[in-house]
């Protein structure tokens, strides 16, 4: 009673705090299509955020005006709300929802899907970070937060231009510029849960522009616990996570530029230690699995703008990854075991030519060759130690827009021929429209997700056991539909509302099962089809000298679902919920205000509340409770000294605790995430 | 109709601009024209200079490129300040400069201090685009960061010529670079 008063209590200081506070809404930073009419009516302080020379991708860009729903994050607000890691971050996107897959690996849902296996592309400055085993990719201490300049992302289908893995959205992460940087910046961050040490990170960031140079390089090393509370598996045995369920991170971003030449390094290395083992039960009282991903990628990028209309993009990629290279590790010393190795080579050669006019009418025409090289270095005991194969994918797509006196349209059309898949097409249509204060958009697209190396090969080596009347197919290509709407109105110069609707219809998709009869032997099959409809909301109020409020509403419901593995089903069989998949919520809300009290410094709180889950531990369906989760974030810039900032935050205020909840039937009760944490941070930047 | 006198305008523009040897994006002099008009609602003249209860022209000079006043006149046409129609004139160091409300040096004045010397003790505005113009006392100095126009003011060069700055522009002006 006195934690739930508390909570009401929290809550309306929330909102008295966002009728005193003013919001900012994000800016356009990616985009800014003024008309040159327009431009002698802006007032002095619009006119310093013009720019000058527009490229002919900046001419076709635009949040408001994008055929897409974006949410674009700024780095500011990021540091504003004292972000520990992307979770933080994307936690507020609405649609975004976080669970576990297996082994403390935790990935991304949106718009109540199971997005983690190779249906959200994430880009680090043009490189996917996608692993091209499954397609996953894994949140919690892995990406650096203080060398970003924005986050820009695609909250649905992005095919047409990011191909696989971009079925039901994109990320793309993009690092400050050097002369943004223009210096050097130093970061460190400290921080405790309840019981134990939560985080210990340090980042740096250095850029400089000289003449046509430009150098940025950053860096982020951490170590961090996923939770200092106690895991439960299915069978009653358990364990402390305050001591163990490591995530280790390392990354370096290496940028160099001169004139039209763009090279980019990057280097990840993320290491995810678990004992709560790939599904009900937990790993054997005397060791610990321990999954490292890593990445060494390198991308070239040559822009030439023939005009102000017309642009080139050349683009080669390269990138070594060895994914889910799965080490089992003992606690008496015994030396470590190396269960699984494989090494992908992904290769990329891309040739893109914009034209676009000042109005920002454009066509977009461009051409791909990839291809994926597989390596199976060391396979579980009975796994396949045959080569597999190569698989390549020829890309061709074209997008044009027109603004039309009444309207915007846009049309878009992929096509792919893979070599292991055959050929598919995915169209792309919108209209859009900007009347001043109100704005709208109507989208259908068409998306896919191939399958990756990782499900042949798993497909494969599950063959090796079967009989040869009960073999499986290779999977084929899982399709997405979605209509998307939205609707946004100008209440006040400073206030901005926005709904948007949206209807999704998987086909095929590719679904995980495991083979209990068969020692838990893991393989992939098509399903029929998932759909799911919703509508999120989002109100920003800017206030500029005072600050920013944020508030979002997310809501869901399920409309098909052929997959036993996302129903919410009973011991005794009966699905109890069929509009709801297993491991989201309904209902999403989120808060996210920052006040200025002075020029230097400013409080920043936020609150996510999800309403009930639905999960499993083992056999057993388990019902999940509401979770509000609150934090705060002080922050002093130029403390004492000019290029000083300190901060603390303050997380999970109301310790409510938060689980990832897995979002399919895979047995793995939910994980706890972190409890309440105190986290203080300093950087220096000169 | 109205169409046609803006093509011609254009036309005559571009192949004024083109024939001064000198590139100049179009988009970025309007952006600067925007600036000048926004400058000079944020700045009082001494009344013997602008009548605050008059209906004079005020007069923009810009300094020793026709296609750029030509330009610059087509963005400001119909623009006023304070009933004050706005007039943009080109101007040599040989012409009255102290007969300017405001003096605009484009980049290719490389060497600005004899037109900073011609109106040092007159109220006009200057604005430039050099460092030199800045370390010259220049008023108010408009430079590129980061693909974006900026603004630096010279306050005390400004109160010299008997200007008076408001201060919601001296809270919008950043430090030079």
Not at chain 1, 430 to 440: E, I, Q, S
Not at chain 1, 523 to 543: D, S
Request: hydrophobic share 40%; aromatic share 12%.
């Amino acid at each position: 009673m006195k934690g739930k008063t508390i909570k009401n209590l929290a809550s309306c200081l929330f909102a008295l705090f966002s009728l005193h506070e003013s919001a900012l809404a994000s800016e356009q930073l990616s985009c800014d299509t003024i008309a040159e009419n327009d431009i002698v009516d802006l007032d002095l302080s619009e006119l310093g955020k013009v720019p000058v020379f527009m490229s002919a991708n900046q001419k076709a860009t635009c949040t408001r005006q994008a055929a897409g729903i974006v949410t674009v994050i700024s780095g500011q607000e990021i540091r504003n709300m004292g972000a520990r890691d992307l979770v933080d971050v994307l936690q507020l996107v609405p649609g975004f929802s976080f669970g576990i897959d297996t082994s403390n690996v935790v990935g991304l849902g949106i718009r109540g899907i199971q997005a983690h296996e190779g249906k959200v592309a994430v880009f680090i400055d043009g490189i996917n970070l996608n692993e091209h085993r499954f397609g996953t990719t894994q949140f919690g201490n892995h990406f650096p937060v203080e060398q970003i300049d924005r986050i820009e992302i695609i909250r649905g289908p992005g095919s047409i231009i990011h191909g696989n893995f971009a079925e039901m959205g994109v990320i793309n992460i993009i690092s400050k510029s050097a002369a943004q940087i223009d210096g050097v910046k130093v970061t460190g961050e400290y921080g405790r849960f309840e019981r134990g040490e939560s985080r210990k990170v340090t980042e740096l960031v250095a850029g400089k522009k000289w003449d046509d140079w430009e150098v940025t390089l950053s860096g982020k090393y951490g170590l961090a616990h996923r939770s200092d509370r106690i895991y439960h598996d299915a069978v009653g045995q358990s364990f402390d996570m305050a001591d163990s369920n490591e995530l280790e991170s390392g990354m370096v971003n290496l940028g160099v530029k001169y004139k039209d030449i763009d090279f980019r390094f990057l280097a990840d290395d993320y290491s995810v230690d678990s004992r709560d083992g790939f599904a009900a039960t937990m790993t054997e009282q005397d060791r610990h699995l321990t999954n490292r991903f890593t990445t060494y990628a390198a991308n070239l990028n040559y822009q030439h703008d023939f005009t102000e209309a017309i642009q080139l993009d050349l683009n080669a990629q390269f990138s070594r990854q060895n994914p889910w290279e799965r080490t089992r590790k003992y606690f008496d010393g015994r030396p470590s075991v190396l269960r699984e190795q494989v090494f992908v080579d992904f290769y990329k050669f891309n040739a893109k030519t914009t034209f676009a006019s000042d109005e920002g009418n454009y066509v977009v025409l461009g051409n791909s060759f990839s291809f994926d090289k597989f390596d199976i270095r060391v396979s579980e005991p009975g796994g396949l130690n045959a080569p597999l194969p190569t698989f390549s994918d020829y890309t061709a797509y074209a997008e044009a827009s027109y603004a039309f006196p009444w309207v915007t349209m846009l049309a878009g059309l992929r096509f792919d021929a893979y070599n292991e898949y055959g050929t598919n097409l995915a169209p792309r249509f919108a209209l859009t429209k900007d009347f001043g204060r109100f704005h709208f958009k109507g989208l259908y697209s068409e998306a896919f997700r191939i399958p990756t190396g990782g499900n042949y090969q798993k497909n494969v080596e599950y063959n090796l056991i079967l009989p040869e009347n009960e073999q499986i197919d290779q999977v084929n290509p899982e399709r997405t539909y979605t209509a998307e709407i939205e609707l946004g109105y100008e209440l006040l110069d400073n206030l901005d509302l926005t709904i948007n609707l949206f209807d999704i219809r998987s086909k095929n998709i590719i679904l995980y099962q495991v083979d209990k009869t068969r020692n838990n032997a893991d393989y992939y099959i098509n399903a029929a089809g998932q759909n799911t409809r919703g509508i999120e909301t989002g109100l920003r109020y800017n206030a500029k000298d005072w600050g920013y409020l944020e508030l979002d509403y997310s809501f869901y419901q399920s409309t098909r679902n052929t997959a036993d593995k996302y129903k919410i089903i009973t011991t005794q069989n009966q699905q109890i919920h069929d509009r709801l998949n297993i491991g989201f919520p309904t209902h999403k809300v989120t808060l996210n205000a920052h006040a200025i009290i002075t020029p230097s410094f400013s409080i920043n709180p936020t609150l996510i509340f999800v309403s009930d889950r639905y999960g499993y531990n083992g056999d057993l369906l388990t019902q999940h409770k509401p979770a509000w989760v609150a934090n705060v974030y002080f922050r002093y810039q130029n403390l004492l000294t000019k290029g000083l900032d300190v901060g603390l935050g303050i997380y999970d205020i109301f310790n409510e605790r938060f689980e990832y909840v897995q979002p399919y039937n895979g047995g793995h009760p939910a994980l706890p995430g972190p409890s309440r944490e105190i986290m203080l941070k300093l950087s220096y930047q000169y | 109709m109205r169409f046609l006198q803006l093509l011609t305008k254009s036309v005559f523009i571009s192949a004024l601009l083109l024939s001064q040897g000198w590139a100049i994006d179009h988009r970025e002099l309007t952006i600067k024209a925007a600036y000048l008009f926004r400058l000079s609602l944020f700045v009082e003249w001494p009344p013997s200079k602008l009548s605050p209860t008059g209906s004079e022209p005020m007069l923009f000079c810009v300094a020793g490129n026709q296609g750029m006043s030509e330009a610059l006149k087509t963005a400001l046409a119909d623009k006023s300040i304070n009933q004050h129609k706005i007039e943009v004139a080109e101007v040599q160091l040989r012409n009255d400069l102290s007969a300017c409300h405001l003096l605009y040096l484009p980049r290719h004045i490389q060497t600005p201090k004899p037109f900073l010397q011609a109106v040092v003790s007159h109220p006009v505005l200057t604005v430039g685009e050099t460092e030199a113009f800045y370390r010259q006392d220049g008023m108010i100095y408009l430079y590129t960061k980061e693909n974006r126009i900026r603004f630096a003011i010279n306050e005390q060069a400004a109160k010299k010529a008997g200007l008076e700055l408001r201060a919601q522009l001296l809270h919008l002006a950043d430090q030079p670079p």
